[in-house]
T-cell receptor
């Protein structure tokens, strides 16, 4: 089946620094990828839709200057958390939409971000 | 407003008992409905979607447009069914495929 990877799986950074998370579709091309945030024991909250070759679409309440998304190729989307603060600590999950195949979203394993 | 409700945060049953995980939605138009499952320490994965009308791992879900519900059912629960289950509607015809998840129901199946 289709596989989506995320890197890193876990990252600790200091307050005020930026951190980049990568999301890759390994065996299919994804014109659309999605970024979610999950707090402990809570549901996934859609943050933004990442479109290959164009600007990302952010959900209401998500700061686009805070969470920079780049979808430079059909297999890679990156999320950069800029000027991170402790409240940005969370589990970030990406998914890739296989529009050409089963019209299904495949999820990455997630990245645990801790801001100290 | 678009909304999906999973009223039970936690659900426990014994092995072999029937289980039903509830999902109600409030969406404009006729959305597509999905159930996703997340086993412990694993990534989220699709369990089933209403348009395929298939049974996966013994689970079925019927879309009831009158009640705007998409409850997930299994007649005989197994211990390996213990997981977090999320209901997620998607606007029909949406090529972007955005999913908005319910809060999830943690199912525990006791031996």
């Amino acid at each position: 089946g289709a596989v989506v990877s995320q890197h890193p799986s876990r990252v600790i950074c200091k307050s005020g620094t930026s951190v980049k998370i990568e999301c890759r579709s390994l065996d299919f091309q994804a014109t659309t990828m999605f970024w979610y945030r999950q707090f402990p024991k809570q549901s996934l909250m859609l943050m933004a839709t990442s479109n290959e070759g164009s600007k990302a679409t952010y959900e209401q309440g998500v700061e686009k200057d805070k969470f920079l998304i780049n979808h430079a190729s059909l297999t890679l989307s990156t999320l950069t958390v800029t000027s991170a603060h402790p409240e940005d600590s969370s589990f970030y999950i990406c998914s890739a939409h296989d529009a050409g195949g089963a019209d299904e979203q495949y999820f990455g394993p997630g990245t645990r971000l801790t801001v100290t | 407003a678009q909304r999906v409700t999973q009223p039970e945060k936690l659900l426990s049953v014994f092995k072999g008992a029937p289980v039903e995980l509830k999902c109600n939605y409030s969406y404009s138009g006729s959305p597509e409905l999905f159930w996703y499952v997340q086993y412990s320490r694993q990534r989220l994965q699709l369990l089933l979607r209403h348009i395929s009308r298939e049974s996966i791992k013994g689970f079925t879900a019927d879309l009831n447009k009158g009640e705007t519900s998409f409850h997930l059912k299994k007649p005989f629960a197994q211990e390996e069914d213990s997981a977090m289950y999320y209901c997620a509607p998607r606007r029909r015809g949406s090529t972007l495929g955005r999913l908005y998840f319910g809060r999830g129901t943690q199912l525990t199946v006791w031996p």
